[in-house]
Structure formats: C-alpha cells, structure tokens
C-alpha cells in the first residue's frame, strides 16, 4: 500500500496516486474506464478551464449531479486551483439548490442535464444568483439556462493553457485550503455551510481506510451519494488513496446493485442499514453471485444484532463495521475496528477515530457517568473551522475549549465503545421519562416478523408524547397491531411502548439512505386528525 501520509492536499493525493497506480483502473463507470493516470490528466485539463474562466483560490464551485465519473473529475480539478467544492443533493428542488449556491456564492455550476426525468439547470432560471457565472453540463450539450455550456466546451477551453500555469495555482493551495463547503441538511432550520480543509480531510479519510482495511485490489461499489460526506470522503477519496477501483452508482436500487456485485465482482459495499436488510430479504437474492463482497460498513440507524450475523453468514462479507460521525467533523467521529463482537457492532457505532476524543456530557458540560446517557461531543483534528459567514452558529456548536456539540445523544460503555440513542430533537417526553426511538427501534428489530421499523413521537393529552411506530413486514408474515403492541410490551418498560403502528411497504428515505422522520411526523398528524 502506497503511503500517502506526505501528502497535504487533495490535488498532491490525485498525482501521488497516479504516479503510483498509473494504468490500474481508477473509475469504471457504465463501460467508461478511466485509469489512474487518466484521471489525472482530466483533473489537470479540467483545473487549466477553470483558470480560463478566472476561478481564483478561495472561490466555491458548486456541483450537482448523480455518482458519475465527471463528478471526480471536476471536484478534484476546483480543488487543484484553490476553490472549495460544494456540493448539492440530488433530490434538491430549484428554490432549495438556489439558497446554498447564494449562500456559499458559488462562482461556477457543474451540473447534470437531465437525471431522472429534472432538468436541473431549469430548475434554477427563475433563482436570483447574481455571482452564477457559469453552468457546466454533464452529459448533455445544451440547456434552457442562458449561462450554460457543456462539459466538452468547457475542456476546450484548457487549449493553450500551460501546464505550468496549472501546477503553479496547485502550489499554492496548502493543507489548511478550504477543500470543501458541505451544507447541513437543515432539519432545524436553514442549511448552514460547513467549512472544512485539505489536510485534515486527507488525514481522517487516511485512518478511516486503515482501520476498514480497504485494499489496493478492491472494487468499491459507491451506493452512497457523491453530495454526502459518506459518498465523497468515505467513498470516491478514500478509494483513491488506498489504490482501488470505483464504480459509481446513480440510484439506489436493489436489483441492480444485486447485478452489478455479481457482474464487476465488487468487495467494498459500504451502506446504509436500509441497503443490506433490502438485499436479504430480496427474492431473488440468491440467484446472484455475491461471493466477491468482502467489506460492508454502515451506521446511522438501529441495526439488529441478527442483522449483522445474517450479513456474515448470508451476504458472506469478512469485514462488518458500524461508524457515526458528521458533517462538522469531516463526516467521522467513532468507527467499531475489525475483530469487533456482531453485539459491539449492531449496538454501537464504535470507539473514537484515532487521535479523537469523544465524550458524553450533561447540561452543565460535565462528563456523564459511562453507561449514562448524555450529549455527544468530540474535539480533534477532523472539527470543521466553523460555519461559513455564520460566526454565532459556530460558536454556539465549538465551544472554547474546542468541543464540538453535535446535537446527538449517546451513552458510552467502559470500554469507549458510543452508542447512539437518538438527535436531542427527536427525543421523546412521555409522562415525564425520557424516550429514545432508536432503542424502541433496536428492540422491535428483533421481532421475527419486522423488516424495517421507525419510531416518532406524536402528541397525546395525558402523556404530552407517546410513540407511534412504522413497521415493514417480512414478506409473507403478518402480524396486527394489538399482536405486536403485546409483544412490546413484554419486551420493554410500558412508557417505551408505541401506542400507535402503521403497518407500511416503504418508509420515506433521503437520498443517503435516512428515513426522513420528519415525513413521518407529518402522516402521523394528518392520520390522527382523522
């Protein structure tokens, strides 16, 4: 394994690696095979456009489109003259693309056509962006946007540029650049930018593919979205690093998934819990060849422990580990490491990444008990710098001691193994006790008969809140509310109890694989209105 540690910024990664892997394939995708060295090229031609366009360091440039090939390309090539990338989700409408391309002033727009049936550059005609200079088109020529051109025009403009003049600006990006302005989702409010910098990227996703164990013949089939830090830092950048081939994925379907790890022999399948749980209960599951998966990695949800030893014995991957972070801390805070229990992983999302502390405080900032549960916070070197122009923001998430309060609730065991037991915000207040959806999930995941489940809180006259839960069935089971309300409540303590179930076939996901509870919230309302 090439070691990459010398390098202290994205575009150095990007020649180091090429230098290294030269004709190994860097990026297949749909037939389009880009090598190592390949990738390098397109990354330099594309940086010498951006310097025509007179993108200067500092600048942000945007991108918006699904997993493809030319979302790396251009990504790395922003970076390699200075700008800081910032990325939009997919499932984005103009309004909401509008308000994080305004707020990050974001200079030039690399973005899809067409995917799945949106034009995304139309979607924003109507959007007052004065600092828009330039829309990019991937993959298609033309657009009804007045400043867009396609990406076959944009290289173009690379003729006559030196290369020089490409390796001079990379030059002067150093470790502590802005590589990237990743906006939170924005559950409680506005999306706010997050700003993060090269070295401490290259550092956190260097750990985070030692300690998976990624390797230089792996082929990393990358479900999550390239937008999310899951998809871009654990995904397409660390492959890079560890020498691997990838192979981008535009839509989250299981069938085709199924096919692609049977046809490209894929071994790094990372995930969210919603991936794996679709793939063993699919019926035709066994008619592929998934003897190839070797790595799996997930978090964000609960995980039943017969889940993970399904995934050993069923799926047949060799390496299974659970992992929590976020966007403020360059998307890693905790990772479970290899050799760890089926339990330590389905119930926890592991120890610190290296170097990193974390902790579980009370109100008053002082650190709970273990096995007490209590506020996440994590101080090192993967701490974003702050919100972009929103100082207060940042200093009510860093506090002065550098501590950053991510908002979750977690309780540590002695070993320093986290679990998460749900977002401070979707905590439940029944009858005075606290009430964590994610354990009521984690104990209703065992029942026999459950695929997927997921709790919110709704309100009630005695209680203030109790919970109703969202249950998938396994196919061909049945089960009625009054069976599994009894089954709860001889598995867990009456408060913790759904008082409510509706039985469903899908729950509502974000395009990270998360089920979007505040949808749930929503249908709850309107159903008990009703």
């Avoid at 575009?11 to 037939?31: C, N, T």
């Avoid at 979607?123 to 962006?129: G, P, Q, R, V, Y």
Wanted: net charge negative.
């Amino acid at each position: 394994m090439a070691d990459v540690t010398q390098c202290q910024t994205i575009p150095q990664l990007i020649d180091f690696v090429a230098d290294q892997y030269q004709d190994r394939s860097a990026i297949e995708d749909e037939g389009h095979i880009i090598s190592y060295s390949q990738l390098n090229e397109l990354r330099r031609q594309a940086a010498a456009a951006l310097l025509v366009m007179n993108v200067q360091q500092g600048d942000r440039v945007a991108v918006w489109a699904p997993n493809i090939w030319e979302w790396v390309v251009a990504a790395t090539a922003l970076q390699t003259v200075g700008a800081a990338l910032v990325p939009l989700n997919t499932r984005m409408k103009g309004s909401e693309a509008g308000y994080v391309l305004k707020a990050s002033g974001a200079r030039v727009l690399f973005s899809i056509g067409d995917f799945l049936g949106a034009d995304y550059p139309a979607m924003l005609i109507s959007e007052d962006l004065p600092e828009l200079e330039q829309i990019v088109l991937f993959r298609q020529e033309t657009s009804a946007h007045p400043v867009a051109i396609s990406w076959s025009a944009f290289l173009q403009k690379a003729e006559g540029i030196d290369q020089q003049q490409v390796e001079q600006r990379q030059s002067m990006v150093t470790s502590e650049t802005m590589s990237d302005l990743l906006f939170t989702s924005g559950t409680t409010g506005k999306p706010k930018g997050v700003i993060t910098q090269h070295a401490q990227n290259l550092k956190v996703v260097a750990d985070w593919g030692e300690v998976v164990g990624i390797e230089e013949s792996d082929r990393y089939l990358i479900v999550n979205p390239f937008f999310h830090s899951f998809g871009y830092k654990a995904g397409w950048l660390a492959a890079l690093m560890r020498g691997c081939t990838i192979l981008p994925l535009q839509v989250f379907d299981v069938p085709t998934i199924l096919q692609k790890v049977s046809d490209e022999k894929i071994t790094v399948l990372p995930g969210p819990p919603t991936l794996y749980q679709s793939i063993l209960s699919h019926p035709q599951r066994d008619s592929f060849d998934i003897s190839s998966l070797r790595v799996a990695v997930t978090g964000a949800a609960a995980i039943p422990v017969s889940m993970i030893r399904e995934m050993d014995e069923v799926l047949g991957f060799d390496t299974i580990i659970t992992a929590y972070g976020l966007t403020e801390v360059c998307g890693f805070g905790t990772i479970c490491r290899q050799g760890d229990s089926p339990e330590l992983i389905a119930n926890t999302s592991g120890r610190a990444m290296p170097d990193v502390e974390v902790r579980c405080i009370d109100e008053f900032g002082h650190e709970v008990r273990r096995g007490t549960p209590g506020e996440v916070v994590i101080r090192g070197h993967n701490v974003m710098q702050g919100y972009f122009n929103n100082e207060a923001a940042t200093q009510e998430t860093v506090d002065k001691d550098g501590w950053l309060h991510t908002g979750d609730i977690g309780i540590m065991d002695s070993l320093g193994y986290l679990r998460i037991t749900d977002r401070m915000k979707d905590m439940i207040i029944s009858g005075g006790f606290n009430v964590y959806p994610a354990e009521i999930e984690n104990h209703m995941n065992s029942h026999k008969a459950i695929a997927q489940v997921s709790v919110v809180g709704v309100p009630d006259e005695r209680l203030g809140e109790v919970g109703m839960a969202w249950v998938i069935t396994k196919q061909d089971d049945q089960l009625n509310q009054d069976e599994l309300i009894q089954w709860c409540r001889a598995e867990m303590a009456n408060y913790k109890v759904p008082r409510y179930v509706q039985f469903v076939d899908s729950l509502p996901l974000n395009a990270s694989g998360k089920v979007m509870k505040f949808e749930l919230r929503d249908r709850a309302t309107e159903l008990l209105k009703n």
